[in-house]
């Protein structure tokens, strides 16, 4: 029997994520009928805020009230609750089990699949606060789904009720997938830290870098929106000025080599999108011959190659 048009949804898990979604489906439209937490307080919570879902005391009981379950936890207990999951399939009752990791394979679900469970992925590309607010910022998001069949047409529908875009990706990429995500997400924040640290040399407060380099960001993100990654391009590298560069550089290299190896890695990678242009800068090749002397200088031997 397949999965129903408005299956039965269940959630192992009562984070962040699991709030988010949770509630998004119920607006929907979609049944959300019980929950289980790490602690008995965020599943109550949880469930509370969901017409006729009820909070239960242990993962099993999720599953034998669901038709489709959403495993909501961290990497690491995935597999563990996988494999001491009990799928009755008898007369033919539809049964789901879907994780939400960006990085785990749908793989680890093994054992409900040997069950007669269907299994497959589900991983908003989105960082969730825990606050209300989620609810209405994943609309415009995109959501990763693997799976087959009619599972993958379920989770499908399902991500577009809460208005994301869908992706979908073969399992054997998911480690190059996931950890490429980070460069929107916290490698992001580790350049912003990168500048608060250079900042703060220079007697600027934590505070006062924030204040003034995340609008920056903001609009660093709305003109690549606009004009694609590298008609965003803003600074040196976009302007062609190699001279201004060069003296960028030496003055990382004053801060160390780690501070100057990561600038010039980076502005390898500007220099990569102003190639693409219509029309490069005329200084692009002095450019890259600045940058690539300075990782020579700042990187083991070797360790510069592209």
């Not at 919570?45 to 034998?64: E, G, I, M, S």
């Not at 003109?223 to 965003?232: D, E, I, P, S």
Request: aromatic share 4%.
């Amino acid at each position: 029997m397949p999965l129903p048009a408005l299956p039965r949804l269940g959630f192992i898990g009562a984070g962040r994520l699991a709030r988010c979604l949770a509630v998004g489906f119920a607006r929907a439209g979609y049944p959300v009928v019980a929950v289980a937490g790490r602690s008995a307080d965020s599943a109550q919570r949880l469930a509370h805020a969901l017409p006729q879902c009820r909070a239960v005391t242990d993962a099993q009981a999720v599953v034998d009230a669901s038709e489709l379950v959403f495993l909501a936890v961290p990497d690491d207990g995935i597999g563990t609750i996988a494999n001491n999951l009990s799928f009755d399939t008898a007369n033919d009752r539809p049964i789901a089990l879907v994780h939400c990791s960006g990085a785990t394979s749908v793989d680890v679900l093994a054992p409900a699949r040997a069950q007669g469970a269907l299994i497959g992925g589900f991983h908003p590309l989105y960082l969730f606060s825990g606050d209300p607010i989620d609810i209405e910022r994943l609309a415009g998001c995109s959501v990763t789904i693997e799976a087959q069949g009619e599972l993958a047409s379920t989770l499908d529908a399902l991500a577009r009720s809460l208005r994301c875009e869908v992706l979908t990706l073969p399992g054997e990429h998911r480690m190059l997938y996931h950890g490429a995500a980070h460069y929107a997400a916290s490698f992001a924040l580790a350049a912003l830290a990168e500048a608060v640290d250079v900042w703060r040399t220079l007697g600027f407060a934590e505070e006062q870098s924030l204040r003034a380099l995340l609008p920056m960001l903001a609009g660093t993100v709305e003109a690549a929106r606009a004009k694609g990654l590298a008609g965003a391009l803003a600074g040196p590298v976009s302007r062609g000025d190699a001279a201004v560069l060069e003296r960028q550089l030496s003055a990382f290299e004053s801060l160390g080599a780690d501070h100057a190896a990561l600038y010039a890695l980076l502005t390898r990678r500007a220099l990569s999108l102003a190639r693409s242009r219509p029309q490069p800068p005329a200084s692009i090749e002095a450019m890259t011959r600045t940058v690539e002397a300075t990782l020579e200088r700042c990187l083991p031997q070797g360790a510069s190659a592209r």
